[in-house]
């Protein structure tokens, strides 16, 4: 079985500034190797590789020994910056943030000259509070580690014991030290593909802004319980309640096909807090599984989440996503 996840978030206080704004930082950004070598252009989501190879300093990284002849773009810092105004009034709005969904891969990142963070691996979402340094313009500014010296760094500092392969087989000629950075392995090479190891801002970045609380992540995840012979669905919400006082509120959860409907009350203590839901379908109604093409069929059902917190509803943000059961 597949669901249709449609979240509806129903925020606290009213006027416009309840809910939340976000602003995206992609496009066009400034990317400058650390030598002071080269400095252009390029586009966020992206890589130093990709931006080089498209504005031509570069020809096809893939072909003939280009992976030898284009190594010093790996062993190089780049600098990624850009300059960008807001489009909001940030002192209407209790807490903004810096979020990046991807950075590739250790950086140390500056907002109008005040470092905010460090990051140093490429699979973690990275959130920053920045609502004491954003202005009205600004600058931001990541500063990029070679991923290959900081590998063999950590390596010369972890004494304890040896932890294999310190490099990969010589055919490979690939770098060294790969399990002393939280980054895509075969960046340094496979046997599949040759090294490029990569820098920097692989995913979307943006800033968002909001009051009262804020539903910052959410997770849900079908199981099958053997013992009853029944499907279950747990359910994850996360949010930052920045309120000063508890927010109290219902969830409605609606699963029309598997005749579903749920209410729960909740009560948000301020902080960071997680609330957690089980659903239980009832043994009855048949669920009919999610099959690969050619084996089945693909049947979809919808779900909808509502949560209203506190107040009437006067805000609502949707999302769709896709699991598999």
């Known amino acids: ?67 030898l002849n284009y190594r010093w773009i790996s062993l190089d810092n780049w600098i990624y910056s850009k300059e960008f105004k807001i489009p909001f009034d940030s002192s209407k709005w209790q807490m903004i943030n810096l979020i990046f969904e991807g950075v590739d891969t250790v950086s140390e ?19 920053f509070d920045i609502t004491n340094v954003i202005r ?6 990541l500063r990029f580690q070679s991923a290959v010296l900081y590998a063999t760094k950590q390596s010369k500092a972890y004494t304890s014991r040896e932890v294999p392969p310190s490099c990969p087989p010589r055919v490979q000629k690939g770098e060294c030290h790969v399990n002393f950075i939280r980054k895509e392995q075969c960046s340094f090479s496979w046997d599949w593909g040759p090294s490029f190891p990569t820098q920097g801002i692989w995913k979307g970045v943006r800033i968002e802004a909001y009051n009262i609380c804020h539903l910052y992540d959410f997770t849900f995840v079908p199981m099958y319980d053997n013992r009853a012979q029944m499907w279950k669905l747990k359910i994850q919400a996360f949010f930052d309640v ?11 959860i609606a699963i029309p096909e598997l005749k579903i409907q749920k209410t729960n009350n909740i009560k ?7 609330v957690e839901l089980s659903v239980k379908i009832n043994k009855n109604i048949p669920v009919e599984t999610w099959w690969p093409h050619g084996h089945g069929n693909q049947t979809g059902y919808n779900m909808t989440i509502l949560f209203k917190l506190d107040k009437d509803l006067n805000i609502e943000r949707s999302a769709k996503v896709s699991k598999y059961f």
């Open 1 to 67: 079985m597949r669901l249709h996840l449609l979240v509806l978030l129903a925020l606290c206080g009213a006027g416009s500034t309840s809910g939340a704004l976000s602003y995206s930082l992609g496009g066009s950004w400034r990317i400058r190797s650390g030598n002071g070598s080269l400095d252009l252009l390029g586009t966020v989501p992206g890589c130093v590789h990709s931006t080089l190879f498209q504005q031509g300093f570069i020809q096809d990284p893939y072909y003939g020994f280009n992976d």
């Open 109 to 127: 990142i500056l907002l109008n000259n005040v470092t905010i963070g460090k990051t140093d691996n490429m699979f973690t979402k990275y959130i």
């Open 136 to 141: 009205d313009v600004n600058s931001i500014e």
């Open 242 to 252: 920045i309120s000063p006082t508890p927010v109290g509120g219902q969830v409605i």
């Open 268 to 274: 948000l203590q301020p902080g960071k807090r997680t």
